[in-house]
Nanobody, 123 residues
Framework: VQLQASGGGLVQTGGSLRLSCAAS????????MGWFRRAPGKEREFLAA????????YYADSGKGRFTISRDNAKNTVYLQMNSLKPEDTAVYYC?????????????????WGQGTLVTVSS
């Protein structure tokens, strides 16, 4: 599975962005999809994950209430809607795919990673 993340950019504090992650190369079916980010000087941080069915997605506290993960299986795409963005949300955002179906998967259980898309939130 190849993953291509897009949708990053420069946004002002309080603004919104929607990230997309398109999967190709193999079936998208059955994979749990996750979003992570890595801020400058920090470790990669889990944000959200969603199973194939889309029922009961998981969120980290950092994005809960502001970030929404969703997926369109017909388009082999997973999304991360980010609202009320803050300067501390500045990071490279990554999508990932895991074969683990009862989750959320641990970091090392993700089998495929996208290349990342940069989000910069100005104050």
């Amino acid at each position: 599975v190849q993953l291509q993340a897009s949708g990053g950019g420069l946004v002002q504090t309080g603004g919104s962005l929607r990230l997309s992650c398109a999967a190709s190369g193999s079936t998208f079916k059955g994979y749990t999809m996750g979003w992570f980010r890595r801020a400058p000087g920090k470790e990669r941080e889990f944000l959200a994950a969603i199973s194939w069915s889309g029922v009961s997605p998981y969120y980290a506290d950092s994005g809960k209430g502001r970030f929404t993960i969703s997926r369109d299986n017909a388009k082999n795409t997973v999304y991360l809607q980010m609202n009320s963005l803050k300067p501390e949300d500045t990071a490279v955002y990554y999508c990932a795919a895991s074969e683990v179906v009862s989750g959320p998967p641990r970091f090392y259980e993700y089998d495929y990673w996208g290349q990342g898309t940069l989000v910069t939130v100005s104050s």
